[in-house]
């Protein structure tokens, strides 16, 4: 005769039976699994340590290899050899960005030699321009003038030292992002399939929601912050060009840059130009239209309306409320890597949140009761 089916109920009891518990281990085992947690901390705080340096480079260089790779795509369909494929890929990002450094580099030297060369008379247009203010007639300024423009001739000649003594840092920052662009190029399937094999099945919706929240947000904050930084960066080279302000390209590219930063923004840019247009040039329509495009287009447009709410319909995962915050709140906790740690925390708690209240396990009873749906 055959034995009867359990029922769902009568199956739970007997998974809690047969599920080992904390009462259940031996001694070794508690041992060993307290042993090989601690191991396991250790190790991976010192791991932290050890890249804490170079973990900004190693995340661009996952982000731009997502990015890049249809290009390598495209071109392994054409090439055979996938190495070959992945460093021609990475050509056409390295070069411009290398021509471009290099560009901005040697004209920032040349305007701090001119700058140290002529402190004198920058000192004496500047003292002009201040007794030109209102209630500054009279005022004694030029010892004071004198010494601003020393220490800023003395800044600009440290930066370029600066940049000299950091090229060590910035080789091995460079190397870590090259060499992880290309892995993840080559090998994004496996690296894929590699964790998803590592997730138990118990836990299978949460890990699809995490990795959809997660991929969505990222792209979203990706493309939504070099959209507006490229928008922000082409608005500044339009007004250098129109208002014949030197080093035009320099200053729009520098504006893209420290647009990442915490604080800094295109406003580090744009207010010093207008400053320049006002004192060295005698423009004060042009320095207040400088400033009156830089402030309300630029910042309070670009940078807080639009960015977070192109992002929040690239991701398709936070509205543009949560992305605005993740934003701003993630820059300010973070620095630089908070552009996508911000939005990837509140994705990560939206999917974990998501994945809780809609778990199928559990269902309302026509009573009100919570019941097990399973039953």
Do not use: C
């Amino acid at each position: 005769m055959a034995e009867p089916i359990p029922m769902a109920s009568d199956r739970r009891r007997v998974e809690r039976r047969t599920d080992p518990t904390l009462a259940e281990l031996t001694l070794p085992e508690l041992r060993r699994m307290m042993v090989t947690t601690i191991l396991f901390v250790i190790i991976l705080v010192l791991f932290l340590w050890m890249v804490r340096t170079v973990i900004i480079a190693g995340i661009l260089g996952v982000i731009v290899a997502m990015y890049l790779r249809p290009v390598y795509l495209w071109l392994l369909a054409r090439l055979p050899s996938p190495i070959v494929v992945a460093i021609l890929t990475l050509t056409l990002l390295i070069v411009p960005i290398f021509a471009l450094t290099a560009y901005s580099y040697e004209e920032i030297a040349d305007r701090a030699a001119y700058v140290k060369e002529h402190q004198e008379e920058i000192s004496n247009r500047i003292d002009v321009a201040v007794h030109r203010l209102p209630f500054m007639q009279s005022a004694n300024t030029t010892e004071n003038v004198k010494q601003a423009v020393l220490v800023a001739s003395n800044y600009g000649t440290n930066i370029l030292g600066s940049v000299r003594s950091v090229l060590a840092t910035l080789a091995i920052a460079a190397t870590i992002f090259i060499f992880t662009a290309a892995y993840v190029i080559v090998d994004a399937d496996h690296i894929m399939a590699y964790i998803r094999q590592r997730i138990p099945p118990r836990y299978g919706e949460l890990a699809v929601a995490l990795e959809s929240n997660v991929r969505g947000v990222l792209y979203g904050a990706i493309y939504s912050t070099f959209l507006t930084q490229t928008m922000k960066s082409l608005i500044i080279l339009a007004m250098n060009l129109a208002f014949a302000v030197p080093l035009a390209g320099v200053l729009a590219i520098l504006s893209f840059i420290v647009g990442f930063f915490p604080i800094v923004g295109s406003w580090s840019v744009y207010v010093p130009v207008a400053a320049w247009l006002a004192v060295f040039r005698d423009a004060p329509g042009q320095a207040l239209t400088m400033l009156a495009i830089g402030v309300f287009v630029n910042t309070l447009y670009i940078t807080t309306f639009l960015r977070p709410k192109i992002a929040a319909e690239r991701s398709r995962v936070l509205n543009f409320y949560w992305m605005l915050v993740a934003l701003i709140t993630g820059v300010y906790t973070f620095g630089l890597v908070g552009i996508l740690l911000g939005p990837m925390l509140i994705g990560l708690l939206k999917a974990i949140f998501d994945t809780i209240m809609s778990a199928p396990a559990w269902q309302w009873s026509d009573h009100g009761d919570l019941m097990d749906s399973s039953t």
